[in-house]
């Protein structure tokens, strides 16, 4: 069965740089999560988006934006860059927004900010 | 406020032991989904198991089982005859209908099985 797919799956970056992480949802899943995972955390939710639009904010950086495109696939854009950013980022997605929906899980991508 | 304990930090066990995994959740919603994820070392959340709020019915699935009670608020899960491959950390995770669309995670299990 096809999974959340993400790329690229490491990366690393200098202080004060940019990165774009991308996410490729399951097939007919209209709902994507982001969330970020520090070293030995538990995942912390970052931001959702239904139908191309944001459907829940958390705990996301100003520095941080996100959006979903026509064809479900979203990006996590993060700019000035930090060393506490290095983490694992994951993108989830679900068939549905409601409560219901589970939120099926990608690889990650890790970055480290050096 | 909603929150997730899973009060073991790491467990060791032998080949085909018995292993009980513990996560107590709080929430004043009455609607609400629990959910088990399993993280191996090679990173990835691999989704296991969901339950909603109305539905106590306890699973069995293979050599995994679950638990939940609304009456201690527990949601445990359980690996009979483990397996190297089971080594990983697992997570507890929680849902509530006025929370809403994130999963708030407990700490995480690092379960570890040994020959």
């Known amino acids: 069965a096809a999974g959340v797919i993400q790329s690229p799956r490491h990366l690393i970056k200098e202080k004060r740089e940019t990165a774009t992480l991308k996410c490729y949802p399951i097939?007919?899943?209209?709902?994507v999560y982001w969330y970020q995972q520090g070293p030995g955390q538990d995942p912390q939710f970052l931001i959702s988006?239904?139908?191309?639009?944001?459907?829940d904010k958390g705990s996301i950086p100003d520095r941080f934006s996100a959006q979903q495109f026509s064809d479900y696939h979203s990006e996590l854009n993060m700019s000035s860059l930090e060393l506490g950013d290095s983490a694992l980022y994951f993108c989830a997605s679900s068939p549905r927004q409601g409560l219901e929906g589970t939120q099926y899980f990608g690889p990650g991508t890790r970055l480290t900010v050096l | 406020a909603q929150k997730v304990t899973q009060a073991q930090t790491e467990i060791s066990v032998v080949e085909k032991e018995d292993v009980t995994l513990d996560c107590v959740y709080e929430?004043?919603?009455?609607?609400?989904?629990l959910f088990w994820y399993k993280q191996p070392p090679s990173g990835e959340l691999v989704f296991l198991i969901r339950r909603n709020s109305f539905d106590e019915q306890n699973e069995i699935s293979g050599r995994y089982s679950w638990n939940f009670q609304k009456s201690t608020s527990s949601f445990n899960f359980t690996i009979t005859a483990s397996q190297v491959v089971d080594s990983a950390v697992y997570f507890c995770a929680l849902r509530w209908a006025g929370g809403g669309n994130k999963l708030t995670f407990g700490t995480g299990t690092q379960l570890k099985v040994e020959l």
């Open positions: 097939p007919r899943h209209d709902t």
């Open positions: 929430t004043r919603d009455t609607t609400y989904y």
């Open positions: 988006f239904y139908e191309k639009m944001q459907s």
